[in-house]
């Protein structure tokens, strides 16, 4: 363990961790698990046999995607997601930045020996195994399971329309992205990086709305923090929840 872990930034573009580009939707979501808990998974993770990634992606995925994965029906691989669900049900960040309906059971992931995953588009539906509904996949998360110090590369690079931006997040920490934006992953050089990857269908199916209500939540919390309840933070409470009442599909 190296110095105090970077908390403030998603996004580097001139280095590690550093604070870029607020106007983007990358959410940082930190401390979804603490490291006892991160120190627990990799345990079980590290210890069971993981398939091709491949496996589970169609013909233009298969091309791009050099990696490993649990396989979905893996006894670890719900009960390990349920934890992070669990986690994220209580989570302000998550919860105000995805304003989630539904969220598919989560994925791991694993890259090393040059392993990586080419520029793609995740689709627009998925579907839990034996489940008939199908989930719109508005925003896609990654959980980072290892510190950055611990391997070369491995950059999720998130391409969107305010330019290129590199993601790479202390353990426990998650970043929340639009699913509608290319993406890609580095190859890991030195190391393993490992991951638990998922979907979410927002409540709010536009990015553009999503992010106007998460800066109005957030600018809301830190005037009440401030100047405690008034009759203009009230006012503004209730503009948040008649936008989010316009904007909500169910
Ligand atoms: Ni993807």
């Known amino acids: 363990m190296g110095g105090p872990r ?3 930034g998603i996004i580097a573009d001139s ?3 550093a604070v870029r580009d607020r106007t983007t939707m990358l959410i940082h979501v930190p401390e979804v698990l603490d490291p006892a ?3 627990q998974f990799r345990e079980a993770l590290d210890r069971s046999d993981w398939a091709d990634g491949r496996a589970t992606v169609g013909a233009q995925g298969a091309q791009v995607k050099r990696n490993e994965q649990l396989p979905a029906d893996h006894p670890l691989t719900r009960a390990l997601g349920d934890r992070i669900l669990r986690a994220l049900a209580s989570h ?3 919860l105000s930045a995805a304003l989630p309906l539904r969220t598919l059971p989560p994925m791991f992931n694993r890259y090393r020996g040059g392993g990586h995953y080419g520029l793609h588009v995740d689709g627009a539906l998925m ?3 034996d489940s008939a509904q199908p989930l719109r996949t508005d925003l896609s998360s990654t959980l980072f399971l290892c510190e950055p110090d611990d391997y070369d590369g491995g950059e999720l690079v998130v391409v969107d329309t305010y330019g290129t ?4 997040l202390p353990a426990g920490d998650l970043v929340l992205y639009p699913s509608t934006s290319l993406h890609r992953v580095e190859p890991v ?3 393993e990086r490992v991951c638990a990857f998922f979907w979410t269908q927002s409540l709010v199916r536009h990015d553009w709305q999503r992010t106007m ?3 109005l939540d957030q600018t809301i919390q830190r005037l009440r923090a401030r100047l405690g309840d008034d009759e203009d933070t009230t006012a503004l409470t209730s503009h948040y929840h008649n936008l989010m009442r316009a904007w909500i599909d169910t």
């Open 6 to 8: 970077p908390r403030s």
């Open 15 to 17: 280095g590690p961790w």
């Open 37 to 39: 808990t991160v120190a």
């Open 92 to 94: 302000p960040v998550f």
């Open 127 to 129: 579907r839990e195994r």
């Open 165 to 168: 931006h590199e993601v790479k």
């Open 189 to 191: 050089t030195r190391g």
């Open 213 to 215: 209500l998460y800066e």
